[in-house]
């Protein structure tokens, strides 16, 4: 049981992280070229559909510490440090990402959308560029601690 546990877990991370990792990456360049020509319905079309990838993507991504915690518990590891360290930065990350990126993304959407002028949703692109770098950083820590596991008696790690 626990090797489907982990597997649908690896799986999930892959299938859900990785797009709202390259979607909210990619969201910051396609907005500054979007805010610079408005009135390119193709421009626009890019960033709506970089931020629902983002959205719908957050949404299923639930299922990554859903099956995370339920690998721990089969193999009995979630009192480690390592796992409570991955728990914390996880956290860290989702709220990274529920209270800046996304929201930082639909004004930018709705700005585009209300032919807003263009300083404010450019202040907003500058720092979603430092939010998703934050956020991306906190997932690498979590997959390098996935996959090191210090203290493991695996024979991996330190």
């Known amino acids: 049981m626990s090797a489907f546990l982990l597997s649908v877990h690896v799986l999930a991370a892959i299938l859900?992280?990785?797009?709202?990792?390259?979607?909210?990456?990619?969201f910051p360049r396609f907005a500054r070229q979007?805010?610079?020509?408005?009135?390119?319905?193709?421009?626009?079309?890019?960033?709506?559909?970089?931020?629902?990838?983002?959205?719908?993507?957050?949404?299923?991504?639930?299922l990554v510490p859903v099956f995370g915690l339920a690998t721990g518990a089969s193999i009995g590891v979630l009192g480690d440090a390592w796992l409570i360290v991955s728990m914390v930065l996880t956290a860290a990350a989702a709220v990274v990402l529920v209270a800046a990126v996304l929201p930082g993304q639909?004004?930018?959407?709705?700005?585009?959308?209300?032919?807003?002028?263009?300083?404010?949703?450019?202040?907003?692109v500058r720092?979603?560029?430092?939010q998703v770098g934050v956020?991306?950083?906190?997932?690498?820590?979590?997959?390098?601690l996935m996959i090191y596991r210090p203290g493991s008696t695996t024979g991996v790690g330190l």
């Not at 950083?137 to 390098?144: H, M, R």
């Open 16 to 26: 859900t992280i990785g797009p709202v990792a390259v979607a909210a990456s990619m």
């Open 34 to 62: 979007a805010l610079v020509a408005p009135d390119d319905p193709r421009r626009t079309a890019v960033v709506r559909i970089l931020h629902r990838i983002t959205r719908v993507y957050s949404v299923i991504a639930v």
């Open 106 to 124: 639909r004004g930018v959407v709705r700005a585009l959308a209300d032919d807003a002028g263009a300083a404010g949703p450019a202040r907003t």
């Open 127 to 130: 720092r979603l560029g430092m």
């Open 135 to 144: 956020f991306n950083l906190l997932w690498a820590i979590v997959v390098v």
